[in-house]
């Protein structure tokens, strides 16, 4: 798994892999996160927007449109070869897809075909739209094409991906069309940008956040049920957002408050570990300890310090 880019980050890895970018009208902040979750992320889909004309794309694709709400994508590629940023965060482009797929990209091995459509796409990918009317007639320029393997080879290089994990949303939900060009040989062009022999090869190593032990005891020890003035620790999202894959927190929280639903499912994650007690000062108190806390990274990919 992955953490999401930084959107800083995010046009930092686009900028230095040579591409043309502009920065959209709120871009960093213009999503649907409070719909539902973004990350771990673990790939890059590819669409075709049917559209005709950039500024219409890049209108059509912040705004949506009557039953798809905005954004659509994190970028569109234009015919020009310019990327132009739309969003960041959660936005609604991948839609639902097979389970199936995402486990050979997270593996990053060749793709099963797509038969079922039940895993959220838009928490788990980078989304970007390409200027194409998608009628397999209206050509694809060079510039654009080679702006679609800078892209997807920014990103990859960002993660520790290789080209595995870029897929066209036809290979991710039945039905879908786009894009109109070959996903396999856009993969080769992307593994041959990133020096790789292909996908099979590729050597993850995600950038990984950190997690302070002493500031999360600070912030848990001082939860509203507590007493004391509340200390916010941003390293509670992180840790917040690993306990929701768990399945024992329902959402992440992006205030740093470590609250008393947090505590519950810390202390059920102690319990995993082997720690029993759930009363103050015992094992499983729902207060993170080394042990539990660096097991919950090393399964959710954050490293914890002092
Ligand atoms: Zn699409």
New binding site residues.
Partial sequence: MSDPLSADRFLAALRDEGLDVVEGPSWRTWNRNAKGPWGPVNGV?I??SVTRGTDQTVQMCHDGYEGLPGPLCHGVIAKSGVVYLIGYGRTN??GLGDPAVLDAVIAQRSLPVDTVATVDGNRHFYGF?CENLGDGRDPWPEAQLDAIVKVSAALCRAHGWNAASVIG?KEWQPG?I?PSFAMAPMRDRIAARLGQGGPRRGTPTPARPQVSLSKLIEAARTNPQMAGTPVTYAGVVTVEAALVDEGLLSKVFQDGHYGTSTVTAMSGWQERCGYRGRAPGQAADGIPGRDSLTKLGAKHGFDVVN
Avoid: L, Q, S
């Fill in positions: 889909v669409h075709h482009h991948a739209e949303h879908k786009d």
